[in-house]
């Protein structure tokens, strides 16, 4: 990996110059990327009394065994605090023995057995516990150095550690104060800082049971992991991941991209066109659920005229779902087309508000999912219950309850399916009797039946965990850095709109002005950067959530969509008759600029992601080997050419760029 990292600004008032830092990274997936391989041959390392020395790439990992504290020595000199000692205390450490990778030992008070080593440039910890209790560590961001956290909210946040917005507290939008579940907050198991022209990227597999407590100390945001060791949820394992990067901000999502590709669990959008070719309709689409006249054929037949060539059109399951013609209308046009549902939620049929909760028999309320004392799990907004995973793949080979529902919802002939919530981190732990399960399971079970789907239908899911990125072609909400401000508003529905007219809804279609804290801490382009694509780009196909239609946020339209132009991802719309007739022309303006580029380069890896002004509004990402470049501009003012609020994009083919400024679109 290279970088260009000249000196960093001082964190004054003053007006940044263009000495400030900038950074570039190529993050080509090779055997070289971050130094991660070749660093094996040494990795036994060395042990001094509780010193234990190990190689990884860029330098040397020091591990004090009697406090879990991890230092480093990059290779040219620089003095780095990884983690801090394990809070609250460990107790004293046993014997250490020396092993082919590094060494293990023990902490007998706590009942923890510790395993270090070097692994492929890496430095890996392991902590297994022979009894329930929870350890706090590691300890991050208390480096003097350290000037950026790297949080994978959404898309991303790359955030200033000194920054004063996000010192504050939740309820004025920032962070300190807040603890996060690993496995269902963040869109990856991951965080990581940078150092000036160094960083580190922290890597934890065993999400489930872990989370990550955010705290103002002096000032400055500090990172503190913690794992709950249970033998019931099968979480008495605890793995963490650390390596050296160069400081860019997306090193440790590149990080993690290579750590699954080293293990087969990176997916392949590529591979997933040639096993089911109508995967490939995603390429240069963009989103939308459609309501009233927009989900008849007359509205497809509208949508095509204005020009857009692809569109992934979904509609909800409701009494008027898209007709046999409209659907055929839709894949004439070459669209994809799909009904939203979802296996999650059981109601007693007598008095559900939701078709996609009336199950057959007694699916309610035997499935539904059992807390320690019986009780049901309460399902989502109060209503039912939710249904165990394990329950219906259990009875699936006998009754087909999910294969009859699939098959009933595309008896329409729709090629596409959005399963909500089966991809979130959102999993359970049910205590039913004869279909008990961890956390873990409800993961696999959800994991199997996506698979099923995936073989014949586009599938999508809700804000897709990256441990389904192998079965998914697509997601809506992964894009989206939703703040807990975001749910607040929501249920004002005076303020963010109901579920009525049913041809229309207010919670969809009604514009709304999000306040200053909300916009800042979801929208404000110096704050994002493009960690899920460097991971997941060329996987699947990763948009906002459905109800943040690009239209649903006027004051965010330009950012949205110069985002989703530098990060070659599509926007998400709701569309009904009137909104077809007045936002047409602008959707398909912006739709026939992003299909080419998308089409190019959906399928490729984003390589390097860079910031070119020291306020960081002018920032360019390249995808593959240059097959797509694209700077936008996030300003005021232009640079180097590029006005403000807008986007230049060039394929590898072309001969200059091509310029997109979307408040000037129109048909």
């Not at 994991?447 to 995936?454: D, E, I, Q």
């Not at 041809?503 to 960690?531: C, H, I, N, Q």
């Not at 960081?616 to 990402?621: A, K, Y």
Request: aromatic share 8%; hydrophobic share 35%.
């Amino acid at each position: 990996m290279t970088s260009e990292v000249p000196q960093s600004p001082k964190a004054t008032g003053r007006s940044r110059t263009t000495a400030t830092r900038v950074l570039a990274a190529s993050l080509a997936l090779t055997a070289t990327t971050f130094g991660v391989a070749g660093c094996d041959s040494a990795a036994a390392g060395t042990l001094e009394g509780s010193r234990l020395e190990l190689p990884v790439a860029g330098g040397t990992a020091v591990v004090d065994t009697a406090s879990l504290a991890v230092n480093a020595r990059t290779a040219n000199g620089r003095e780095l605090v990884l983690s801090g000692p394990a809070g609250g205390g460990l107790g004293k450490p046993g014997p250490v023995t020396r092993t082919a990778r590094g060494a293990r030992w023990s902490y007998p008070a706590n009942g923890l057995e510790v395993s270090a080593g070097a692994e492929r440039g890496r430095l890996r910890i392991r902590l297994r516990a022979d009894r329930d209790g929870t350890v706090s560590w590691p300890v991050t961001g208390t480096d003097r150095a350290a000037s950026a956290l790297q949080l994978p909210r959404g898309e991303g946040l790359d955030v200033p550690v000194r920054d004063a917005f996000w010192n504050s507290g939740a309820q004025k939008g920032g962070l300190a104060g807040t603890t996060v579940d690993v496995s269902e907050g963040l869109s990856l198991p991951l965080w990581g800082y940078s150092m000036g022209a160094a960083g580190v990227s922290y890597l934890t597999p065993t999400d489930i049971g872990t989370s990550l407590r955010l705290a103002s100390t002096g000032g400055r945001l500090r990172t503190t992991a913690a794992h709950a060791f249970d033998a019931g949820e099968d979480t008495r394992d605890y793995e963490v991941s650390f390596a050296l990067t160069d400081g860019n901000p997306v090193a440790p999502a590149a990080d993690y991209r290579s750590y699954l590709a080293q293990r087969g669990q990176l997916g392949s959008l590529r591979r997933k066109i040639r096993q089911h070719p109508a995967n490939g309709k995603l390429l240069g689409a963009f989103h939308a659920y459609v309501w009233g006249d927009a989900r008849t054929a007359s509205g497809v037949g509208r949508l095509k005229r204005l020009g857009v060539d692809r569109m992934w059109l979904g509609y909800d399951a409701g009494p008027d779902p898209m007709n046999a013609a409209a659907v055929r209308a839709a894949k004439k046009a070459g669209y994809l087309v799909g009904p939203y549902d979802t296996f999650a939620n059981g109601q007693d049929p007598k008095s559900a508000d939701s078709p996609t909760s009336v199950w057959p028999g007694r699916v309610y309320p035997d499935f539904c999912i059992r807390k320690a004392d019986g009780t049901p799990e309460t399902g989502f907004g109060n209503r039912g219950c939710y249904l165990s995973s394990r329950a219906f793949e259990k009875a699936e080979p006998r009754k087909h309850y999910l294969a009859d529902r699939t098959r009933s919802m595309v008896a329409n002939g729709a090629d596409s399916y959005f399963l909500d919530v089966d991809a979130t981190g959102a999993l359970f732990r049910d205590h039913g009797k004869g279909h008990e399960m961890t956390k873990a399971d409800d993961r696999a079970m959800r994991l199997a039946r996506m698979r099923r789907l995936s073989k014949n239908l586009v599938l999508g899911s809700e804000s897709a965990q990256p441990w389904a990125n192998e079965v998914l072609a697509y997601d809506h909400g992964s894009g989206t850095p939703a703040a807990d401000g975001l749910w607040k508003l929501e249920r004002d529905r005076k303020t963010w709109g109901g579920y009525f007219p049913a041809k229309a809804p207010g919670a969809f279609f009604k514009p709304v002005k999000l306040p200053a804290e909300l916009a800042t801490a979801m929208y404000d382009p110096k704050y994002r950067v493009p960690l899920y694509e460097t991971a997941l780009h060329g996987s699947l196909v990763n948009a906002e959530r459905w109800e943040l239609s690009y239209e649903k946020l006027p004051e965010q339209k330009t950012t949205r969509a110069l985002l989703a132009m530098l990060y070659n991802t599509p926007l998400n719309y709701v569309l009904d008759g009137p909104a077809l007739e007045k936002k047409g022309p602008a959707m398909a303006a912006l739709q026939k600029y992003f299909s080419p580029l998308h089409r190019a380069a959906g399928t490729e890896q984003l390589t390097s992601f860079r910031w070119l002004t020291g306020d960081r509004s002018v920032q360019r990402t390249v995808f593959g080997d240059g097959t797509l470049t694209v700077t936008a501009n996030f300003g005021s003012r232009a640079h180097e050419g590029l006005p403000g609020g807008c986007v230049d994009a060039k394929l590898r083919t072309d001969a200059k760029p091509r310029r997109l400024c979307p408040a000037q679109a129109t048909g």
